[in-house]
């Protein structure tokens, strides 16, 4: 078994590829990986089923300040996708320190939070190159077929697409601002040996717009791979398909949303309540979600019920619904996510999303069918079909409040924009606590909708429910322009200095 050491984000990635990490071969047992020889890795179909399970535990325990594993705090989808999201938009509170930084925007080339993101995305995208390179020679040595074969590099390809998409929207201008400006390097080939970092240090930053071609390319062949119906713990053709929805969202393809949206009808569904979808993981509305278990989870430092759950159920409570939210005009007081999927104590409101706060066993929902759904009704919208828009819009909406709250019609909207509002703002009530918030606001800055991030309750202010169920002001801060380079995260230093060949440039600003 080879061995090196490292010391930059390239070799270390090269050096976990060397090691051939894997994991157990159950999807619901994500324990610590087992080294075998790289040479080997390959040779037996349940090797190639534990290395593929090693990307997903790649993308659910992650990298953090120089460690994986336990103390990764759910970098990038066992959890820090959705709070890195939350806490850079304005609709979730930063009731601590621990996520200031982001919350305040704070961040700078040296930071953990920005950091973990990148380094742990391109961990979990060359992972899942080694698997792709490796696939098809694992096939013709008949250590596996050809629908074993086309469902792992449907995985994979999916992976890939899902971290690429993420550094995006954190890393870079959004696509509907220009297509042309600066993305991030969009990495197909595995480093699995030394000699390959050095390679692929002169893979530079493409456009966004090429970035987002590439996207489609890997989720376009994985929607062919894939197939449909399986547990909700492993990619399915669906979850190709929804995020291509979420994708053409943000490239304002509304078409495209609309016919992505069409192929998951029939499949999968809304529930009748949208607290279902938090209680019943194999439900009919979620398209994919990383597992975790008691054994392979964030850990207390990361994990969503743990972070975001009441400390009077014994959670660690860092994050709260802001205030500003829950006082809005547009979140109806009888809206049952208000009372089934919040929770609250003498100091504010928590989430109720994530109940599990002592296994921390809730699973990271990163497709739902909602959010297709929402996705083609903002479609609808933007094309001039407001009926079927509407129709859509409601389908989320009604299931939440008693029928005597009645259904939006076309005489509620003088206009497009005042039922494209009424869209924006649905998403924001419907994906509380999942990280969707900042998408909407990167994409919708990018467009000119938005002028940037809205202010926010000063963190750490908010330190009584009467900010929640009371006309106390609101202390409010933090908003950010678009054009601050801030709104973008810097390229972490290691990345720059320790690429000795062709560093990529930073973010203007930093």
């Known amino acids: ?182 993305g991030v390097p969009y990495r197909r080939v595995a480093i699995n040996d030394v000699p390959l970092v050095a390679e692929n240090e002169t893979l530079g930053r493409t456009t966004v717009g090429e970035d987002y071609a590439l996207i489609l390319a890997d989720l376009n062949e994985a929607e062919e791979l894939l197939p449909l119906t399986r547990n909700h713990a492993r990619v399915r053709r669906g979850a190709a398909i929804a995020l291509k929805s979420r994708v053409m969202l943000h490239m304002g393809n509304w078409q495209g949303v609309i016919d992505e949206h069409a192929k998951l009808a029939g499949t999968y569904s809304l529930m009748d309540s949208p607290v279902t979808p938090f209680r019943t993981v194999n439900s009919a509305e979620n398209i994919f979600s990383f597992v975790h278990t008691a054994e392979s989870n964030a850990g207390v430092n990361g994990a969503l019920p743990s972070m975001y759950g009441n400390p009077a159920r014994g959670a660690r409570g860092l994050v709260k619904v802001s205030p500003l939210i829950w006082r809005s005009d547009f979140w109806h007081t009888e809206d049952i996510r208000r009372t089934e999927l919040t929770d609250r104590n003498a100091g504010g409101i928590y989430t109720f999303k994530y109940t599990d706060v002592v296994t921390r066993t809730d699973p990271n929902p990163i497709l739902r069918y909602a959010e297709s759904v929402l996705n083609a009704a903002e479609a609808n919208a933007r094309l001039g079909n407001n009926s079927l828009a509407i129709e859509l819009l409601n389908s989320v909406r009604d299931r939440a409040l008693p029928s005597t709250v009645p259904s939006f019609t076309t005489a509620d909207f003088a206009n497009t924009d005042e039922l494209l509002t009424a869209i924006f703002n649905e998403r924001r009530i419907e994906f509380l606590a999942e990280g969707r918030r900042w998408a909407d606001i990167h994409r919708l800055s990018g467009e000119g909708r938005m002028p940037g991030i809205p202010l926010k309750a000063t963190s750490r202010s908010i330190t009584s429910l009467d900010f929640y169920t009371t006309d106390r002001a609101i202390p409010t801060d933090h908003d950010l322009l678009y054009t601050s380079n801030l709104f973008v995260w810097p390229i972490p230093i290691d990345e720059i200095v320790n690429n000795s060949q062709t560093p990529i440039p930073q973010n203007p600003g930093y």
């Open 1 to 182: 078994m080879k061995k090196i050491r490292f010391r930059n984000i390239k070799l270390g990635i090269a050096a976990i590829a060397i090691a051939g990490i894997t994991s157990s071969c159950e999807v619901t047992d994500l324990s610590p990986a087992n080294l075998i020889p790289d040479e080997e890795s390959f040779g037996t179909a349940a090797r190639v089923e534990s290395l593929v399970l090693g990307v997903y535990e790649a993308a659910q325990q992650g990298f953090y300040l120089g460690s994986a594993g336990q103390a990764g705090r759910g970098y990038p989808f066992g959890a820090a996708n959705v709070q890195q999201g939350d806490m850079r938009g304005e609709d979730m509170y930063n009731d601590q320190l621990f996520y200031e930084i982001t919350y305040i925007a704070a961040h700078t080339p040296f930071s953990a939070n920005n950091n973990g993101m990148w380094i742990s995305i391109y961990r979990m995208v060359n992972r899942a190159n080694i698997v792709l390179e490796s696939l098809d020679a694992a096939l013709q040595n008949g250590v596996i077929t050809q629908e074993v074969r086309n469902t792992l590099r449907g995985e994979m390809l999916f992976m890939r697409a899902l971290g690429h998409h993420e550094l995006l929207t954190h890393f870079a201008r959004p696509y509907m601002d220009d297509p042309s400006s600066m």
